[in-house]
């Protein structure tokens, strides 16, 4: 069984950076689909970016588009969330979750379709001055 756990996150000001992590048990993570998803108060949960199961390509919300980035560690089993130029809209839980099917497509940055079986129990993070 796969488990994830997510740290990093933590209160930034506005323009500063944070790296999310993602440690993953139970299996590796180089043979699944990764997203990353945020939810703030009162909205829903919403895709962030995805990487996917053959690692040729990264799937960005144009909200995070050339702010946001993801990186792995294998030796580690770890993913992260490099976030730059963050804002207070940026302000969220967030949340890694893998995709166990083995699928060429590009990945969904959907949620309720319900393809990430695994979840991590989320990190806050807040953006404000």
């Known amino acids: 069984q796969l488990q994830l756990v997510e740290s990093g996150g933590g209160l930034v000001q506005p323009g500063g950076s944070l790296r999310l992590s993602c440690a993953a048990s139970?299996?590796?993570?180089?043979?699944?689909?990764i997203g990353w998803f945020r939810q703030a108060p009162g909205k829903e949960r919403e895709g962030v970016l995805c990487?996917?199961?053959?690692?040729?390509?990264?799937n960005f919300a144009d909200s995070v588009k050339g702010r946001f980035t993801i990186s792995e560690d294998n030796r580690q089993n770890t993913a992260y969330l490099q976030m730059n130029s963050l804002t207070p809209d940026d302000t969220a839980v967030y949340y890694c979750?893998?995709?166990?099917?083995?699928?060429?497509?590009?990945?969904?940055?959907?949620?309720?379709?319900?393809?990430?079986?695994?979840w991590g129990q989320g990190t806050q993070v807040t953006v404000s001055s």
């Open positions: 139970g299996n590796s993570l180089r043979y699944y689909t």
């Open positions: 990487l996917s199961y053959f690692r040729g390509r990264i």
């Open positions: 979750a893998v995709d166990p099917t083995p699928d060429a497509g590009i990945c969904t940055l959907d949620a309720a379709e319900g393809r990430y079986r695994y």
